[in-house]
């Protein structure tokens, strides 16, 4: 029951972007909250409105736009740039560049013909930021394209970037995984069909692997420097978020609720929990912070849970909250933050021993 209740969020999803591209119309994001983190601020995007949410207690400093907008709605994370801008992509099609401080708008880019669904990397060469029209954008620091590149299929996933070798990876949901020349988005190349749609972001190692999840239920690392597949191995059920690369280890969760941890040389299992123990389908990428690995899963239609394990798998701690976490935990300080879907508190606060800090609830 609870994986059916992750299917028809899916596909409502899936059929309110369909929809909407067809008629022009706005939607109210069907999907879960996307998140970024900063020094002093949480910024959460989700619905029809991009909150700034102070870390010390939980409470709102701004909120855009400003008035309720029904033609405006998010879905992805935030990104935050090298130069201090707050970036987040709409369903709207346009992407904005926010002032982190005041939530005040810098520039929109309006060339995108379909909604923002993967996050947009910001980096200091610019911003690429991949649109369900097929294209991946590519801008710089005033919101101006320099180039856009046309891949075979949807971009749900993050791009990756690699400054050693110039490289930008970029995955797909028509199964390929590409390097792109971040200069001119031109193709480096691009790999052989790959079992399954990518909606996670790729883990990069620095010895040059990439490391890639698929609804073909598989891990798959690959070469780099030419795409090539170095070993794959299967997971019981479909990867939504990519791996998470700590060490020598990789640890990700499936979509049937089981946890494993990967050697990343070879892909060998080094132990795996299972269902049974964690109660419901994992989607977001774990967070790892030195000895503890973060695991949001989705406990059932109005229930989530957020695990703590050791990095031997052992349970440490567990905390319900109310609604699915569906985005990755993410590390603020000596705070571990879930955005649950679908819940009266958009944004929880626990400190790393599983006590619950605070909680920031919109007004209605």
Known sequence: ????????????????????????GATVAS???????????????????????NLSNGTQKWKFPAEPDNKITFY??????????????????????????TGLMNWEFTDGE???????????????????????????SSGTLRWKYVSDGDVWAQPVTDPDCECLYLSSMEHYLYSLNPEDGS??????????SIVGVSALSADKVLYVGTFGSEIIALNAQNGEVLWRVPTDGWIWSG????????????????FYAFSAKDGSTIWKVTADKLGGPIIGS????????????????K???????????????????????????????DLILVAPMSADELLIAFTKDGARQWSFIPEK
């Open 187 to 196: 193709m480096l190349w691009q790999s052989e069909k790959l079992g399954g």
């Open 76 to 101: 992805s994370d935030p990104a935050i740039s090298p130069d201090g801008q707050l970036i987040v992509g709409g369903y709207n099609k346009i992407l904005y560049s926010l002032n982190p401080a």
């Open 303 to 333: 229930e989530g849970s957020l695990f703590a394990l050791d990095t031997s798998g052992n349970i440490k701690w567990k905390q319900t909250v109310s609604g699915p976490l569906y985005p990755s935990p993410r590390l603020a300080g």
């Open 1 to 24: 029951m609870k994986l059916k209740f992750l299917f028809l969020t899916t596909i409502l999803f899936l059929t309110a972007t369909v929809l909407s591209a067809c008629t022009g």
């Open 114 to 140: 379909n909604h923002y669904i993967a996050p947009p990397l910001a980096v200091e060469k610019g911003l690429y930021a991949p649109n369900a029209d097929n294209n991946i954008y590519a801008l710089d």
């Open 243 to 258: 791996p998470t690369l700590a060490e020598d280890r990789l640890y990700v969760g499936d979509m049937n609720g089981n």
């Open 31 to 53: 999907s879960w909250p996307g998140l970024a983190v900063d020094t002093d601020t949480a910024y959460v995007a989700y619905n029809r409105s991009v909150h700034a949410i």
């Open 286 to 301: 774990p967070l790892v912070d030195a000895d503890t690995i973060y695991v949001g899963t989705e406990a059932g239609k």
